[in-house]
């Protein structure tokens, strides 16, 4: 009954609205296009400490040549002002928005005009091929590309947004599988080395590695990415997860893949897990890799729109 | 002192170089990768430059119009391992002699540098702007209609690299003899772990 009666303030408020919204949805493109173009360029802080740990301790010939070639380069990246990388990866976006947030209804769409921005200014490389069409689109944009996750939290009027850029190299390793709850979680251990001493070497190690574990395979695969995007150092908060996560790190960094696959004193960065309650009769396992270019930045909006960028310190867009 | 190769690269150039060994590249290198290698092996196409005794390079990169011409932004390599298929027949029909890319290759390529006196090397991957800066200009652009990590990018070099020699002529394969090394060691790292992690009872 109130409907018809409130109906009209809505549109006329909605109209009232808009210029400002406008307005505000080219702020935030501009500041996700900067951001995008910023993350393709310079590593988080948290990767950069790891990078360098790993390297003072690395005492093999070759795998010293690939760091100080890793670190020549990120320093021509800063300089230059260009991709660290050239695969600048399918734009993935990690998205926990406040119900309150002001621009949550137009996100989306800010999203993918900060890509198309970002493309032509960083530059990014063009990686959107459309499926079936099996042409590049040119603009790194295309069906669900950039791909958008969503998290929306209660209560809240701000935005954390993760960028995550992962070249097609660090991707191929993904992997997911149901186990039986025989194989135990031992069965999970197998599965991660076996992934890692296979496919990781050719992905650009050493490697931040996300393990999850749930009962189906999408559910297992989309922990793993969560996983890889946490800060390395971070530790699951369950004991035993936590447990696992040190032994896994150090098992695999016996192993000695090295820099490129080179050999070395090192495999990985991290590994991380990340974990559901799950069904009392499967272990879903997932892998998902990151390299060692892990372009990971998250930036926190408030309503204002002013921004706080909390993965790269002394970052200025 | 670097260990430097120009091309056109002769049989007699690399046949003294091992699996390990750096080396850098002045001159000509192609980029070619996936469906370069697609349109030549399986769609029958004649590519559209002249290998004999050049390099390629498994790479993408990222290019701005520049005038006429074209810049390089960043070129880093692409996994090698996807070209796996389709080497030993591109080494043999084109007569290229360095195949630079990242990660290894397998036993038909093996054979491929072996049979054809060709390398696989790798140019640690990540590093796309170290590699830009030894690209002294890009000479022309080829097949364009693939976009533009697919297109063949002919790219004149310099002191290009490291590239770590991971396939020499020989028949060694160096990804190959660190693979078994991994696999020997994750046996007991794995035994090690499965101990700790039986946390259901």
Known sequence: MNMP?????????????????EQAARTLTDVMAKFTGYVGKRLPQDVLDKLAELRSRETKPLAKVVYDSMFDNLEKADRLDRPCCQDTGALQYFVRAGAGFPLLGELKAILGDAVRQATKDAPLRH?????FVEKNTGTNTGTNIPWIDWEIVPDDDTCTIEVYMAGGGCSLPGAAKV???????????????????????????????????????????????????????????DPQAAKMEALLEKGLNDVGIGPQGMSGSASVMGVHIEASARHPSTIGVGVSVGCWAHRRGTIRIQPDLSYEILSHRGAVL | ?????????????????????????????????????????????????????????????????????????SIGPTTSMRMESFEKEFIARTGVKLIVGKGGMGPETVEGCRTHKALHAVFPGGCAVLAATQVEAIERVE???????????????????????????????????NKAEFNRLKVPAIAAISKEVRFIK
């Open chain 1, 127 to 131: 990686n959107a091929v459309e499926t």
């Open chain 2, 143 to 177: 097949w364009l209609d693939l976009g533009m990590p697919e297109a063949l990018w002919v790219c004149r070099v310099k002191e290009f690299g490291p590239l770590i020699i991971s396939i020499d002529t020989h028949g060694n394969n160096l990804f190959e003899t």
């Open chain 1, 179 to 237: 186990l039986m709850p025989a194989a135990g979680y031992e069965g999970v251990v197998q599965f991660v080395f076996d992934v890692i001493t296979s496919y990781g070497v050719n992905a650009c190690p050493p490697l931040l590695v996300g393990v999850g574990v749930s009962t189906s395979v999408e559910t297992a695969a989309m922990l793993s990415k969560r996983a890889i995007l946490r800060p390395i150092g971070s530790h699951h908060p």
């Open chain 2, 1 to 73: 002192m670097k260990k430097i190769l120009t091309t056109p690269i002769k049989d007699e150039d690399i046949a003294g170089l091992h699996a390990g060994d750096v080396v850098y590249l002045d001159g000509l290198l192609v980029t070619c990768r996936d469906v370069g290698h697609r349109r030549l092996i399986e769609l029958g196409q004649k590519l559209p430059v002249d290998l004999r005794g050049n390099a390629i390079f498994h790479a993408g990169p990222i290019v701005v119009k520049d005038g006429d011409g074209w810049k390089i932004i």
């Open chain 1, 5 to 21: 009666a409130s109906a009209p303030a809505a549109e006329a408020a909605r109209t009232d609205a808009s210029p400002d919204k």
